[in-house]
């Protein structure tokens, strides 16, 4: 209990954080579009994020080596509330294009110190409790993110007011905090060739991970309008989606820890296919049934980042595991910085259906390079433990690692 209470500031800051963060891509495409830009201008925004989520991954290592945790943190916090702000002095979409990247280089930057500042205190015998409940607040988090559109008017100065309100709320629990700032850790290399060298399929896999969770949690919102939903009902979409994901995590987790990891990542693309066939096949049966289908999606699709990177933290010897980690990441940002713009160009073309025949066809490829892989290679001995990766930030890596080295040994 001494233990969560000691906590209790970082993981308000990251409730603060995500409400703020995960608001403002859904806000944007709806007021994109209240506001006449097209549904490729509002890729364009949603592809923006993810290029600034990349950069802040980079970059958050080397700033706090030269400034400092909390320092650090104040810099992201404050970079993401001024691109949240000028939303409405600006209304041009390649300048939200600029805003977008302040923002996403605002989570990344941000939840890498948090991150950071968890793995100081926490030890093999408090890791599993304490990071339990850092996913409980941040998936609680992004929940109500999504049920915070549902009530605030798009393309307004009070939303985004708001927003900017709550992610500078976030500093006060960090900085204020009495916890002694971590040891500046060593910034990792990125070497996206370390990931194809362990595992080409875990690489293919945070990819399509990226492709599939970028498109809808970005295009999502156009989406739902193009199929008749109202404001409030597209944020109840979006919060099944992420609801769906949350619940998968442990089933999906205990299978990936009991078979082969390849086997269940193809039977998660393969379900994944299904929930696309059926969210277009139900596109037209009621506001309950799209909501339906946004769960199952949601619970085919999340885990299959978490599953990829357990698969390839298996071929990892332990001083690789934070650059793996950082470079799955690096293949993760790819895949989530395409979809946007691509998805939203389908829709422009084909209709809305095109978003879910996209991510349908890349999970269609992971199926068949997966059942390729198993040809090629047999499956892992002593595995290292699933761990569900929130992918935030290149140090998720360290914070795994030593609960990944005890379950190595043990199985030993």
């Not at 998660?268 to 999606?297: D, H, N, Q």
Request: include cysteine.
């Amino acid at each position: 209990m001494r233990l969560m209470i000691s906590f209790a500031a970082l993981f308000l800051s990251v409730v603060l954080l995500q409400l703020s963060s995960g608001g403002v891509g859904p806000l944007d495409a709806l007021s994109g579009l209240a506001l006449g830009f097209t549904t490729a201008e509002v890729g364009l925004l949603g592809s923006a994020h993810f290029l600034g989520f990349f950069i802040g991954c980079w970059w958050a290592p080397r700033l706090m080596g030269t400034v400092g945790h909390s320092r650090a943190f104040a810099a992201f916090t404050a970079t993401g509330a001024m691109g949240l702000l000028a939303h409405m002095m600006v209304v041009d979409p390649l300048a939200w294009a600029v805003m977008r990247v302040a923002t996403g280089l605002c989570v990344a930057g941000s939840y890498t110190v948090i991150e950071a500042w968890l793995n100081a205190r926490l030890t093999n015998e408090t890791r599993g409790r304490a990071m339990g409940s850092y996913r409980i607040a941040d998936m609680g988090a992004a929940l109500a993110a999504q049920l915070l559109i549902g009530v605030l008017p798009p393309a307004a100065y009070l939303s985004y007011n708001l927003l900017a309100l709550i992610c500078i709320a976030a500093l006060l629990p960090l900085t204020l905090s009495t916890l002694r700032p971590p040891e500046t850790p060593a910034a990792p290399r990125l070497r996206p060739r370390l990931a194809i060298t362990r595992s080409p399929l875990a690489a293919v896999g945070v990819v399509v991970a990226g492709l599939s969770g970028g498109a809808f949690r970005m295009i999502g919102p156009v989406y739902g309008q193009e199929v008749g939903l109202r404001t409030d009902q597209i944020a109840l979409f979006l919060a099944a989606f992420v609801g769906g994901g949350a619940l998968a995590q442990y089933p999906v987790g205990w299978l990936a820890d009991r078979f082969d990891r390849r086997r269940v990542l193809i039977g998660l693309s393969v379900a994944a296919m299904a929930t696309c066939g059926i969210t277009v096949a139900l596109s037209g049966a009621g506001t309950t049934a799209v909501f339906v289908s946004a769960v199952l999606f949601g619970a085919a699709s999340y885990p299959v980042y978490s599953v990829s990177a357990a698969h390839a933290h298996d071929w990892a010897e332990s001083h690789e595991r934070v650059e793996l980690s950082a470079a799955l990441m690096f293949f993760f940002a790819v895949g989530a910085t395409i979809s946007p713009l691509l998805a939203s160009g389908l829709i422009d073309r084909y209709g809305p259906d095109a978003l879910f025949a996209l991510i349908a066809v890349s999970h269609a490829g992971l199926v068949i390079f997966g059942i390729a892989r198993m040809w090629v290679r047999p499956a892992k001995g002593p595995r290292t433990r699933y761990v569900w990766t929130p992918r935030t930030s290149f140090i998720i890596g360290r914070l795994t690692k030593p609960s990944r080295e005890a379950d190595r040994s043990d199985s030993r």
